[in-house]
């Protein structure tokens, strides 16, 4: 299970305990002025040799309690392609719920698989069916195998087609950093 945990606003309200040596379990903490935190738990469950899974995905929110989004994708891989396709449905706590369609190809950098460029798109409709609303984004993708000892990093520069928003994200092996112009920033911790 990959669970993540997502704090965006002021830095000053996430702290994370570490020891001298061996770090433990991380502890967040945050405080009174500021929002809750919110825990993400993901779960990709793979079909029997095949490139089909279920992807579960969900938030909760601890300042109400209460599920922020649940999330249910049945995704289809083509590696010969470096393309994938899904289709399932999301429950969000103020939209309630909607149909979820995405795609996502991979394009290589000259010979280099560990530079892409990378299209993505999803398409949300909702219960009645009538009111579709596009996403897109185009990403320059960078993998950086063993940046340092056992510590893949992977710097991901976007730009958000429908909201005209460019993007940065900043993943280490346990850790997500991601910004945009707008202000819009969040880091997450995955357990």
């Not at 009174?32 to 919110?38: E, H, L, P, T, Y």
């Not at 899904?86 to 000259?110: F, S």
């Amino acid at each position: 299970m990959d669970t993540s945990i997502r704090y965006g606003g002021e830095s000053s309200a996430l702290r994370r305990k570490i020891g001298d040596y061996n770090p433990p379990s991380p502890t967040v903490k945050y405080a009174g002025n500021v929002s809750a935190v919110r825990i993400n738990a993901k779960q990709k469950l793979q079909f029997r040799d095949s490139n089909i899974l279920l992807q579960l995905n969900g938030e909760l929110d601890t300042g109400t309690g209460a599920p922020t989004f649940l999330c249910a994708l049945v995704r289809q891989f083509y590696p010969n392609l470096s393309a994938s396709l899904g289709a399932g449905l999301h429950y969000d706590k103020n939209e309630k719920l909607r149909c979820t369609l995405r795609g996502k190809k991979a394009y290589p950098v000259a010979s280099n698989r560990f530079v892409n460029f990378v299209l993505k798109g999803r398409c949300d409709i909702d219960q009645e069916l009538n009111q579709p609303t596009p996403h897109g984004a185009l990403e320059l993708v960078w993998n950086i195998l063993d940046f340092q000892k056992d510590q893949d990093v992977r710097l991901k520069v976007g730009y958000e087609l429908v909201d005209k928003i460019p993007y940065v994200q900043l993943r280490e092996n346990n850790w997500t950093f991601n910004a945009d112009i707008s202000g819009r920033w969040d880091v997450r911790y995955n357990l």
